[in-house]
C-alpha cells in the first residue's frame, strides 16, 4: 500500500520515502505526494533521488492500492530510500483548474439547473462538459463567466472532509454529482466543498480558497447535441 499524501496535504511538494518495490523504470514507495491522476486531473511529474542519484517522474498511475511512479531512466535497485520533488507548477496550475471546475459546475447547477457530464484539466486550461436544459445562446455563456468569476472573488474557502457512506448519500449536492457511483466497498467518502456553491466526492487536489484561483475566461463554447454542452476556459 502506499499512503496517499495528497490526499492530507494538496501543498506538499516534497517528502521523503521508503522504496517497497523498484524495478526497471517503475517505483512504488510507501508514501507519496504524487498525484496518480483521475477525475479529469494529469498524472504529477517532478523527481525522485537521493545523493547523487536522480531521476525524472514523467508518469504517475494508480495500480490497486498502490501508486506507480514512472521514471526516465531506471536506478539502481539497491536504492532504499527516495526524496520526492513534485514539478510544483504544473501541479499547482491543475489545483486551480480544478477548482475552478467545482466553481463553475455549482454556478451552473445553482442558476440553471444544468448538470456536468464530465471536464478535463490541464496546466493552462480546462474544459467541462454538461447537459443543459435551457436554451444555449452567448448570453447564458457570458452569464456563467460572470457568475462564477463572482463566486471565485468572494473567496470561498475550500473544506476537504470525510462522511461515512450513509450520510454521503443523503447530501443532495452529493447526490446531484452521482455520490452513488463511488463503489459499495468504500464506506467513508472524501468530499470536496467550496463554501456554498458545491459539494463532491472527490479524490483530486484543489486549493484551499477560491481566490487563488484567479479569474476565469471562457474562450470557447459549443452545442454537443440538444441538451450536451461544452465550455473551455482558462485562468487569469
Ligand atoms: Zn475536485
Redesign the pocket.
Known amino acids: 500500500m502506499t499512503e496517499e499524501l495528497f490526499l492530507r496535504d494538496a501543498y506538499l511538494e516534497e517528502f521523503e520515502a521508503k522504496v517497497l518495490s523498484l524495478s526497471g523504470r517503475e517505483v512504488v514507495l510507501d508514501r507519496t505526494a504524487f498525484y496518480p491522476g483521475g477525475?479529469g486531473q494529469p498524472a504529477d511529474r517532478g523527481t525522485l533521488g537521493v545523493g547523487p542519484i536522480e531521476a525524472n517522474v514523467v508518469d504517475t498511475r494508480r495500480d490497486g492500492g498502490r501508486i506507480v511512479h514512472v521514471l526516465e531512466r531506471a536506478i539502481p535497485e539497491t536504492v532504499r530510500e527516495l526524496k520526492g520533488v513534485l514539478g510544483w507548477e504544473r501541479r499547482y496550475a491543475h489545483m486551480r483548474y480544478?477548482t475552478a471546475?467545482?466553481v463553475l459546475s455549482g454556478v451552473i447547477w445553482q442558476n440553471f439547473g444544468a448538470k456536468v457530464t464530465g471536464g478535463q484539466m490541464r496546466a493552462d486550461r480546462a474544459r467541462m462538459d454538461f447537459s443543459f436544459p435551457k436554451e444555449w445562446t452567448a448570453g447564458v455563456v457570458r452569464e456563467i463567466e460572470r457568475l462564477a468569476n463572482e463566486a471565485l472573488a468572494e473567496g470561498r474557502p475550500v473544506r476537504v472532509y470525510e462522511l461515512p457512506r450513509e450520510k454521503a448519500l443523503e447530501n443532495p449536492d452529493l447526490i446531484r454529482t452521482q455520490v452513488n457511483l463511488v463503489p459499495e466497498r468504500v464506506r467513508v467518502v472524501r468530499v470536496?466543498e467550496v463554501e456554498g456553491i458545491d459539494a463532491?466526492a472527490?479524490g483530486?487536489t484543489?486549493v484551499a480558497n477560491t481566490r487563488e484561483v484567479g479569474e476565469i475566461e471562457l474562450t470557447a463554447h459549443k452545442s454537443k447535441g440538444r441538451q450536451n454542452k461544452r465550455v473551455e476556459f482558462v485562468l487569469r
Open positions: 477525475g480544478h471546475l467545482h470536496v463532491q472527490d483530486g484543489h
